[in-house]
């Protein structure tokens, strides 16, 4: 059965990009082949996507999940119906406005593999409706001051389990479980954006 999870680079003050959407501060820092392991350890688990879609619903360069180097389905949130969209090798499905059913959906694609939840709306509606196993956070180390943030607005406790921490060149790595699984209270939105 497929695990949930969120996969994101952040910034160490816990932005995922610029108030605009840039997203410049992630590039031109040092690796070493161990940080690019650990990516490409959880790239190789990944089974399915679920993001949110564009207010166009098209597939533009520079929206395309982990710059298409993935062959595998993405499932978008919108507002209203649109076709599935075949791209690259890739289709992307469009589904209206329930992040259970895109989940859901994304699950039985993924097979044994990882559903990543990409964008900070889908993460957070995710998280409050206990839809994720696991977060994976690549951290950066810069500190933004302003920007969209990761997590601000989930209105929730939650509990989590370290699992894997390790640093190489510029950033850390972090993985955790997600012990605690809301129940109840507010009503998650059902913003299709980041």
């Avoid at 969209?85 to 209206?96: K, L, M, P």
């Avoid at 509990?159 to 972090?174: G, Q, V």
Wanted: net charge negative; proline share 5%; hydrophobic share 40%.
């Amino acid at each position: 059965m497929a695990e949930v999870i969120v996969h994101a680079t952040i910034t160490l003050d816990g932005f995922m990009a610029e108030a605009d959407g840039g997203l410049g501060w992630m590039f031109g820092r040092p690796s070493a082949p161990e940080d690019d392991a650990v990516v490409e350890r959880v790239m190789s688990r990944i089974g399915a996507v679920v993001g949110g879609a564009n207010k166009t619903r098209t597939i533009e360069d520079g929206e395309i999940p982990y710059g298409g180097m993935l062959k595998v389905p993405v499932y978008l949130m919108t507002h209203s119906a649109h076709e599935p969209i075949e791209r690259d090798g890739i289709t992307y499905t469009f589904v209206v406005d329930d992040i259970a059913k895109a989940v859901e959906q994304a699950s039985r694609a993924a097979g044994d593999g990882w559903v990543a939840l990409l964008g900070g709306s889908v993460a957070r509606q995710c998280l409050r409706l206990g839809l994720v196993d696991e977060l994976h956070l690549d951290v950066a180390p810069v500190l933004l001051g302003d920007g969209i943030s990761l997590f601000a607005g989930l209105g929730r406790h939650i509990e989590l389990e370290r699992l894997e921490t390790s640093a190489f060149a510029s950033e850390t790595h972090l993985r955790y479980r997600v012990l605690h699984r809301p129940e109840g209270g507010p009503s998650s939105d059902t913003d299709p954006g980041q």
